[in-house]
T-cell receptor, first 111, second 113 residues
């Protein structure tokens, strides 16, 4: 089945550690996105990529890094520089001017 | 700067009645608008979209209206069903800015049986 897969579903990180969230899609979508959702807030864009080997910062990119080496994959690294990393992270993919399809999300908790 | 605003954080509606969710935007470059539905701990699912060249788009029980002069869009759900209870997000994109989606803060809809 075609879809977008995020892993893991739950992730715990110690303070000061980097952690990488996986996002894979087999929908042949050009664009991929990373969003963050905090309680009571909307989805805020972290990074997005419209083509392989290219990506742009979103509204809250500080403390995060991404790569887009393959069309199917857009991993997000939450670095130790991110001061408040505990949140629900959502990955999405889509074509130009169409709806984006979301994964099931990864809940990251800093312990 | 919140470019997409959903000023009602919650809405409660009786089953069978109409639900109207509202969304305002400030960026006049937005040319494509979408509504998503989200359950807790899940990713949002796409509901319906509208291009700026149209003022209405209908899909079954869901209709989206766009008023470009007022920079306002709304989602109508008729008739509302208990399964519609979720958080609804409005989103917008501008072709000139790389089609990234900008989301509102969401409205939690509760449909009472």
């Amino acid at each position: 089945d075609g879809g977008i897969t995020q892993s893991p579903k739950y992730l715990f990180r110690k303070e000061g550690q980097n952690v990488t969230l996986s996002c894979e899609q087999n929908l042949n979508h050009d664009a991929m996105y990373w969003y963050r959702q905090d309680p009571g807030q909307g989805l805020r864009l972290i990074y997005y990529s419209q083509i392989v080997n290219d990506f742009q910062k979103g509204d809250i990119a500080e403390g995060y890094s991404v790569s887009r080496e393959k069309k199917e994959s857009f991993p997000l690294t939450v670095t130790s520089a991110q001061k408040n990393p505990t949140a629900f992270y959502l990955c999405a993919s889509g074509f130009r001017n169409t709806e984006a399809f979301f994964g099931q999300g990864t809940r990251l908790t800093v312990v | 700067d919140q470019q997409v605003k959903q000023n009602s954080p919650s809405l409660s509606v009786q089953e069978g009645r109409i639900s109207i969710l509202n969304c305002d935007y400030t960026n006049s470059m937005f040319d494509y608008f979408l509504w998503y539905k989200k359950y807790p701990a899940e990713g949002p699912t796409f509901l319906i979209s509208i291009s700026s060249i149209k003022d209405k788009n209908e899909d079954g029980r869901f209709t989206v209206f766009l008023n470009k002069s007022a920079k306002h869009l709304s989602l109508h759900i008729v008739p509302s069903q208990p399964g519609d209870s979720a958080v609804y997000f409005c989103a917008a994109s501008a072709g000139s800015s790389g089609d990234k989606l900008t989301f509102g803060t969401g409205t939690r809809l509760a449909v009472r049986p």
